[in-house]
Antibody, heavy 116, light 106 residues
Framework: QVQLQESGPGLVKPSETLSLTCTVS????????WSWIRQPAGKGLEWIGR???????NYNPSLKSRVTMSVDTSKNQFSLKLSSVTAADTAVYYC??????????WGQGTLVTVSS | SYVLTQPPSVSVAPGKTARITCGGN??????VHWYQQKPGQAPVLVIY???DRPSGIPERFSGSNSGNTATLTISRVEAGDEADYYC?????????FGGGTKLTVL
């Protein structure tokens, strides 16, 4: 059973860079797309982007200028960086596996608050 | 960008049938997936490729997709079905979610 676990700071200051890592266990990270999805409190799901194990990426156009994703296959991890954050970036961030155009495995989510 | 429209809320009495719609331009030409999310939990896939059910999902959950509307149908609704439901498609190399529908069991 594939499991995903997000890790990273729960508090980020405005204008700084949010950094999260997702560790995949119970299966190889290879040959899949890996996504980041976020959800502000009381609101819906927003797809941030995806990375393939080759390093190829696709980003949500609305966030593209601030997003960078990377993957480390040796550690079975992939990462998200979101720059120049504001309070609007406060949300629960999920890492997830994308299989055949759907999300089949989700992490438990981690709350990131942007505040000084 | 592609937009998916869901009603914010749907209410249904226990034992009745709930229908949650997901509207999009010619959505019938796309594959639609549905997720259930309970408070404080990650979403769970309940329907994929319009009408398939993952293992462990009750047969009470079904889906259809035609024209400009996809529909998630929950038969014989139970209290435990109360949750937020999201539709999702893949469009132009992006994952697109609907705004979500809160299902209330009266």
């Amino acid at each position: 059973q594939v499991q995903l676990q997000e890790s990273g700071p729960g508090l980020v200051k405005p204008s700084e860079t949010l950094s999260l890592t997702c560790t995949v266990s119970g299966g190889s990270i290879s040959s899949y797309y890996w996504s980041w999805i976020r959800q502000p409190a009381g609101k819906g799901l927003e797809w941030i982007g995806r990375i393939y194990t080759s390093g190829s990426t696709n980003y949500n156009p609305s966030l593209k200028s601030r997003v960078t994703m990377s993957v480390d296959t040796s550690k079975n991890q992939f990462s998200l960086k979101l720059s120049s954050v504001t309070a609007a970036d406060t949300a629960v961030y999920y890492c997830a596996r994308e299989g055949q155009q759907l999300i089949d495995y989700w992490g438990q989510g981690t709350l990131v608050t942007v505040s000084s | 960008s592609y937009v998916l429209t869901q009603p914010p809320s749907v209410s249904v009495a226990p034992g009745k049938t709930a229908r949650i719609t997901c509207g999009g331009n010619n959505i019938g030409s796309k594959s639609v997936h549905w997720y259930q999310q309970k408070p404080g939990q990650a979403p769970v896939l309940v329907i994929y490729y319009d009408s398939d059910r993952p293992s462990g999902i009750p047969e009470r959950f079904s889906g259809s997709n035609s024209g400009n509307t996809a529909t998630l149908t929950i038969s014989r609704v139970e209290a435990g079905d109360e949750a937020d439901y999201y539709c999702q498609v893949w469009d132009s190399s992006s994952v697109v979610f609907g705004g979500g529908t809160k299902l209330t069991v009266l």
